[in-house]
């Protein structure tokens, strides 16, 4: 499984984007640094401005002759200044600047007329016309250090970081004591990463009036930024602000973000409610505080937190991405969704929004929206590092341009640098072009920034997992690749690699990408637990004792803390562990399903009512599998739909998975009585669809396989539920109370494996649709003989075409000594997968069996597989985890096997195959030497091997393993005993069919 991924599906790791933004228009760089919200308040209006626009026009005599000034009007100037002045300190900014014009009209060159414009012009977000203004300002006045710091402060707004920082210091050159100026010129300093210097220029601030509570305030912010070193500076700098002001909001916020930080989650959430009290609106104080209580796991009153921030901030794409969040934690996926829509109508360019609608659409089952919203996050965040560099390429040109104009006048180049971005985008081929000729030059990592790279990587990872769960394997390797380039120190990146590498069954690179991951943690159970897979994969067992003894600590340890054991039970049911713990890891991975559709918060289903079936009523039976398609199950199962009585039992199929147009597909959806795709539809929608159509029975033919979505079941869209078929296992789940099985599969001594009730058929539970789809397996002549696939004519051929992952050292000796026992025999297996041929041929070779004795031949069609499987004369099973469908090829080809029941379900099943054949006392045996001792004789004793092999092809038009109209016949049976046993209102409870 992919290690930032729920192995059922579950919540992919997104971007955490929560950000206080100020309550104006300049925002920070970093969280909570509230240095912008003191430069916009004060933008247009140092110390001295008000006054010098009051005296203005009584100064008027001063003023330069060429302006024709009409004195007489002066008075209604002045009167209109000072309405425009109230105006501005009111917030009405419209009506400021439209008193404002007359005045600049007649006063052409005022620079305290301007300067006021320049103020208006910035609180409207007009950053253009207010550096327009502040520039003729400066031609009038070269020495206003206002319109210096004004002009930075637009600049700074327009992303010109550096111009600004040049003009704040020239306003300080002209007044060394304007405290603005250094407090806003930290925030730009901040955005360039000049900590040491913004400290200073607050410092400075602080130096010059010891009293500015909100330079403290902004200082501890910056301190606060600076991780754990900064905490008791930060803490220092927000007591003092307190001190100067217990009724400073601020600085509550700031205490409250630097308790939540350090994990004081209940202190931080007073410190937010004492500045949400001083300060009814303040969108800040909201934000944190529902950042605490999403932490405290109050959901709801974490979402009203940030509802506020949506109506205080209704533009504000950040507040509506925060409300998503939240309503994406408590499973409501459509108003998340919604919401995140909101966010990128506001700011389309929101990569972060990007990336967490990608989370919400693949847990709502809308796959091909959340690949999209992951590459258009990726696109976006590689188009901001170009900008970025590219601006970075760009500044020292401008900023030389404008000192070589004396700091005045001249700023057409800086408003040309957003076109010339553009261009040099555009030049590049489109934005992914101009990356890709970027990174043709430099490395990933060398190229991106590391906090961009890392937010990068969880796109990439992001869409990497869910292009592995739609089986896209070779594009999530493509994507996993870029994560491990980008950070190539990530453990978890070189897992997800490894574990993208294992489902296209190139195991071999796999065990090396698990092995970088675990170099670089040695302590990561996921990484682990898929490295040992990988290595039983192709039959590794170097170390194999103490690799699954550290495996099964592992697991014992997670489940004492209540944690998802790294072993997925798949995994689990070929493995050599006990009962009780493959019990216990279903069990937990069923909890984690529950836990998953709880929040979903969908009300309780309505079910049909628990009354007998009217008559002419059919019970209604819904299978449920990501399977319909070229898939074993579906080999097995093809005719089983079709087949139903169709006068007492109404069929639904309902398939996760979207056509393979294999003729298994075609075949089924013809003729299942109802089949539906409901492979784009999300959990939820696909339980209320079982539930409308009234369905008595739900039959889970997954269980915990690729492609399952169990979350479906824990809905109980269905008053009767069972597991079948596709997991050989418990399921350890509430939500499948019944498990249809056998009883050789699970005798009464055995039930103790079981979580379930289990539903016993008669014969055998394993269904198979040979007698039917592969008939011409009949006919000898048509066989295809041993020459074709390199085996020898003349030796006796054991065999066995089971994936190499049941392979065990134990069974594997065995065999070295059946063919040290039988001369004249080879061994001929199956390379699946190929990279396990060279493991074995060496264990052969250690054991003192010729290497060459060991025959591989490749994966097959389906019909071919099954055609040559007759052609050995006996097959050798895995003990450990049985052939299932494979037992059904051999025996269909009438190939005698030699099986070893042991105690777990996955482990018994070809014992129930043979004795279905009615010849299972001469293939079942009861222990690993009694094993040897069958397959030596039968390989011995031509006669026995003959008229075993005879007596099997005899049987299988016959015999209840073969006979599906049969197995259609008792199924329904146990469906219907399921229905009557819930009509009785007491429960599930285990039962045999005769």
């Known amino acids: 499984m992919a290690v930032l991924l729920n192995p059922q599906m579950g919540p992919i790791s997104g971007l955490a984007f929560f950000k206080q933004e100020p309550a104006s228009a300049v925002w920070s760089s970093y969280p909570a640094a509230n240095s912008a919200v003191a430069a916009s308040n004060r933008v247009g209006f140092g110390q001295d401005v008000a006054a010098q626009l009051y005296a203005g026009l009584q100064a008027a005599s001063l003023a330069p002759a060429t302006q024709a000034v009409d004195l007489s009007s002066a008075p209604n100037l002045e009167l209109l200044l000072k309405e425009a002045t109230d105006a501005y300190k009111a917030g009405d900014y419209s009506r400021a600047l439209q008193l404002c014009q007359p005045v600049s009209t007649a006063l052409p060159h005022r620079a305290d007329v301007l300067l006021l414009m320049g103020a208006i012009c910035y609180q409207l977000r007009d950053y253009q016309q207010c550096i327009a203004y502040n520039d003729r300002c400066i031609l009038i006045d070269p020495n206003l250090a206002e319109a210096h710091a004004n002009l930075a402060n637009a600049l700074q707004q327009l992303g010109n970081v550096d111009m600004a920082i040049v003009y704040y210091q020239s306003a300080l050159r002209l007044k060394p004591y304007f405290t603005d100026a250094y407090n806003n010129m930290a925030s730009a300093l901040v955005q360039k990463g000049l900590i040491p210097e913004a400290m200073d220029c607050y410092m400075q601030a602080l130096r010059v009036n010891p009293q500015l509570v909100d330079v403290h305030n902004n200082l501890g912010d910056l301190w606060r930024a600076q991780g754990v070193l ?12 307190l001190r100067l002001d217990v009724a400073y909001a601020p600085a509550w916020r700031g205490l409250g973000d630097l308790l939540r930080e350090g994990g004081e989650l209940v202190q931080a959430l007073s410190c937010y409610q004492e ?9 800040d104080a909201f934000t944190g505080m529902g950042v605490v209580l999403k932490e405290l796991k109050r959901l709801p009153e974490a979402e009203a937190c940030f509802e506020a921030v949506v109506r205080l901030r209704s533009s504000c794409a950040l507040a509506h991405g925060n409300l998503a969040g939240v309503m994406y934690e408590q499973g409501k996926l459509d108003a998340a969704i919604a919401m995140y829509h909101k966010a990128l109508t506001i700011e389309p360019s929101f990569p972060e929004a990007y990336n967490n609608l990608g989370n919400a659409l693949r847990e709502a089952g809308r796959y091909d929206e959340a690949i999209a919203c992951y590459s258009a996050c990726i696109q976006l965040q590689y188009s901001k590092a170009i900008q970025q560099l590219q601006m970075q390429q760009l500044q020292p040109d401008a900023s030389a341009a404008a000192a070589a104009a004396g700091l005045s006048g001249g700023m057409a180049g800086i408003v040309g640098t957003a076109a010339a971005n553009n261009a040099a985008i555009a030049a590049g081929g489109g934005l992914m072009g101009g990356l890709a000729a970027m990174a043709a030059s430099r490395p990933p990592q060398q190229l991106l920034p590391v906090g961009v790279a890392q937010r990068v990587s969880v796109a ?56 970088r991951a675990l170099a670089l943690r040695p302590d990561f159970p996921e990484a682990f637990a898929n490295y040992v897979h990988s290595l039983q994969c192709v039959c590794d067992w170097a170390d194999r004792p103490a690799l699954f003894k550290r ?59 628990a009354v007998p079936l009217a008559p002419g009523q059919r019970l209604r039976v819904g299978y449920v599998s990501s399977d319909f398609g070229n898939h074993p199950l579906s080999h097995l199962m093809g005719s089983v739909f079709g087949l139903h009585d169709h006068s007492r039992i109404e069929v639904f199929c309902y398939a996760l998975s979207p056509s393979d147009g294999s003729e298994w597909r075609l075949r089924i959806e013809a003729e299942a009585e109802h089949f539906l795709d409901v492979s784009s539809w999300g959990v939820v929608d696909i339980a209320r669809r079982i539930s409308a159509d009234g369905i008595h029975v739900a039959v889970n033919l997954n269980g915990y396989t690729k492609g399952a979505r169990n979350e479906i079941f824990a809905l109980w869209p269905a008053p009767v539920q069972t597991s079948y078929m596709g997991f050989p296992a418990t399921t350890g789940a509430p939500f499948l109370p019944y498990l249809i099985t056998d009883k050789v599969v699970a005798p009464s001594q055995l039930h103790h494996c079981y979580s379930e009730c289990l539903a016993l058929m008669p014969n055998c539970y394993f269904v198979n649709d040979y007698k039917r789809c592969h008939r011409d397996v009949l006919n000898k002549a048509a066989l295809p003989c041993r020459s074709e696939f390199g085996l020898p004519k003349d030796k006796i051929i054991f065999s066995c075409s089971n994936q190499l992952y049941k392979y065990d050292p134990d069974t594997f000796t065995t065999w070295c000594n059946i063919l040290k026992r039988v001369a004249d025999s080879v061994l001929w297996l199956l390379r699946f997968p190929p990279f396990g041929e060279t493991n074995i041929r060496m264990q052969a070779a250690a054991q003192g069996v010729d290497p060459a004795r060991i025959i591989f031949t490749d994966v097959a069609h389906k019909d071919l597989h099954i055609r040559r499987s007759g052609l050995a004369d006996v097959f050798l099973d895995t003990p450990l985890c049985n052939a299932h469908t494979t037992g059904c090829d051999v025996l269909w080809g009438g190939c005698p096997m030699v099986t070893l029941p042991m105690e777990r379900m996955a482990s018994r099943v070809a014992a129930s195959l043979a004795y279905a054949s009615g010849l299972g006392p001469e293939m079942v ?70």
């Open 460 to 515: 990439y990872n992001n869409l990497g997992g869910i292009l592995k769960m739609t089986g896209q394997t070779l594009a999530a390797i493509a994507c996993y690749e870029q994560v491990v380039l980008l950070q190539p120190d990530s453990p978890e990146g070189h897992a997800n690699l490894a574990s993208a590498y294992k489902d296209a069954a190139r195991h071999d690179v796999a065990i090396q990408s698990y092995r």
């Open 230 to 241: 900064g905490r008791a500076a930060a803490q220092q700098c927000y007591l003092e602000a």
């Open 275 to 283: 500045a949400v009290r001083l300060r009814p609106c303040y969108a």
């Open 925 to 994: 045996v009861s222990s690993q030497a009694d094993y040897e001792d069958r397959a030596v004789l039968l390989g011995t004793n031509r006669a026995l091997r003959e008229s075993l092999r005879a007596r099997l092809e005899s049987t299988r038009l016959t015999c209840p393993l073969f006979d599906t109209e049969g197995w259609v016949h008792n199924l329904e049976k146990v469906l219907f005993k399921m229905w009557d046993i819930h009509l009785e209102g007491k429960g599930p409870r285990s039962f045999e069919v005769q």
């Open 551 to 609: 495996l099964e600590q592992e697991v014992r340890r997670d489940l004492a803390a209540g944690r998802l054991p790294s072993v997925q039970p798949f995994h689990a049911m070929a493995y050599p562990f006990s009962a009780d713990l493959a019990l216990a890891i279903s069990v937990k991975y069923a909890e984690h399903c529950s836990l998953a559709a709880s929040r979903l918060s969908l009300p309780k289903l309505p079910h049909p009512p």
